[in-house]
């Protein structure tokens, strides 16, 4: 009888607790999105007064190798990001999404937001 009520009580507690886990890391990868963000905005400002290109649709990432840089050392983000959407001006994110381990940002401008997923792998079958 013991037994069941403490393989109850781990079955009931597990889930919540790893719930949480995931919640907690899906925030550190939000915060993580919204510093690349602020960095692409003040980066794109800088290309935009010094007339400099900022948007690269060759480039890994959507923008000029310089830039990437720029903006992984600005916002200290140890994921990747990639520029989807810019605005007509050349220098504004419309869009981009930023990947952390499990984790994948989605950014939008209008309307404003942010969508956390996380990647889970359900199954499937290597041939």
């Known amino acids: 009888m013991i037994l069941i009520i403490i393989l109850l009580a781990i079955v009931t507690v597990i889930p919540g607790a790893l719930r949480l886990l995931h919640r907690a890391d899906a925030q550190v990868a939000l915060g993580h999105a919204k510093s690349v963000r602020l960095a692409l905005q ?4 800088e290309c935009y007064g010094r007339s400099g290109t900022f948007f ?13 840089t720029e903006v ?9 990001f990639w520029v989807l959407q810019m605005a007509e001006d050349g220098y504004t994110v419309e869009k981009f999404v930023y990947r952390e381990g499990d984790y994948t ?22 041939e």
């Open 42 to 45: 003040v980066t794109g400002q």
């Open 56 to 68: 690269d649709a060759s480039q890994e990432g959507g923008v000029a190798e310089s830039i990437r």
């Open 72 to 80: 992984l050392n600005l916002s200290k983000a140890p994921g990747d």
């Open 105 to 126: 940002v989605w950014y939008t401008l209008e309307p404003k937001s942010y969508t956390v997923y996380y990647e889970d792998y359900m199954a499937g079958k290597e």
